[in-house]
């Protein structure tokens, strides 16, 4: 009987020593995340802008008119880079491959992933595997995928982009993904969005809606503290509405992110979701104070407590 074969009946036929053996490999991977030199953060120069802010602000034709105007790709809305963080730093002692594979089975097996325009990963899966030890990082593989997508739809870029709201809830995970990223948060009257959420129907009552949009804010004004200012930029959802020319060239000087030669979009889940309807029509100022306007006044009163402090720290006028 062979060394190997004796290993193999004492593992199969002892529970114990399976418990055990269970016991020592956690501990030994404990040990290696401990001591490993693989990070989480990006180690290329990638240029990579995080749009974030309240849903139903604006953020997809905000995407909309920077990939318009500018050499910048940004998928439809991903909703698993938080967990990505997470995971990756669960798997920390893991091989390049298992990571790998674990992150982008979280892209491709979420309930959005066809909106990306492609049918599977595989194909950039075997590319990342092959990258070098200094590559193997959580912020490289994201910076990869999105190159590869952007290939696939518009061609070469010189920015990446992510425009996923609940990202404003994980902007220390965001950066810890990419550090040198830029941000830009894009601000609305909270009437707006909380009107906006119902009539969309992702929310079925004001209080959470509203706490959504509370909670965003809070999380912008407390992660930008500190930050130089070419790190960011802010834009208001009516300034972008009323003029959306200048305050889009606006943000492109402010990230000297270059002009697009020519028209190229890619938008995925714009064309297949209701709620992104107006997203492909020009600008307008029609939808400013809407929720004002049409939300009634049981629903206006049980705002009032919740929103009217930060609305007014916002600039926007109280309930």
């Known amino acids: 009987m062979t060394l190997n074969s004796k290993w193999q009946r004492l593992f199969y036929h002892n529970p114990r020593f399976q418990y055990l053996a269970c016991k020592a490999l956690l501990g030994a991977k404990l040990i290696m995340s401990l001591v490993s030199t693989r990070k989480i953060s990006a180690k290329g120069n990638t240029k990579f802008l995080f749009i974030v802010g309240s849903g139903r602000s604006g953020n997809t034709i905000l995407r909309r008119l920077l990939m318009s105007s500018g050499d910048i790709y940004i998928p439809p809305e991903s909703y698993v880079l938080g967990q990505s963080v997470r995971s990756s730093l669960n798997m920390i002692g893991s091989s390049w491959g298992d990571r790998v594979k674990l992150i982008l089975s979280k892209f491709e097996y ?62 220390g995970l965001m950066k810890s993904i990419f550090p040198q990223a830029r941000f830009l948060y894009i601000e609305r009257d909270g009437v707006d969005v909380v009107h906006s ?30 930050f130089a200012s070419q790190y960011y930029a802010e834009v208001k959802y009516e300034d972008l509405m009323r003029d959306p020319e200048s305050e889009v060239n606006r943000l492109l000087e402010h990230f000297n992110i270059p002009e697009r030669q020519a028209e190229c979009l890619n938008l995925g889940d714009v064309e297949l979701h209701e709620h992104h309807a107006n997203v492909l029509s020009p600008p307008s100022p029609g939808s400013i104070g809407k929720g004002r306007r ?20 916002a600039g926007y006028e109280k309930i």
């Open 110 to 171: 979420h309930p959005e992933f066809h909106t990306f325009g492609v049918t599977s990963l595989t194909e950039f899966a075997r590319l990342a595997e092959q990258y070098p030890p200094e590559r193997q990082t959580l912020g490289d593989l994201i910076a990869g995928l999105y190159k590869w997508l952007a290939k696939e739809h518009v061609g070469r870029v010189a920015w990446l982009g992510d425009k996923t709201p609940l990202n404003t809830l994980s902007l």
């Open 197 to 226: 959420y119902l009539v969309a129907k992702i929310y079925p009552d004001v209080l959470q809606a509203g706490q959504r949009w509370l909670s965003s804010r809070r999380a912008w004004l407390s992660f930008k503290k500190g």
């Open 294 to 313: 049409e939300m009634g006044e049981e629903q206006k009163n049980k705002l009032r407590t919740m929103l009217n402090r930060e609305l007014a720290n």
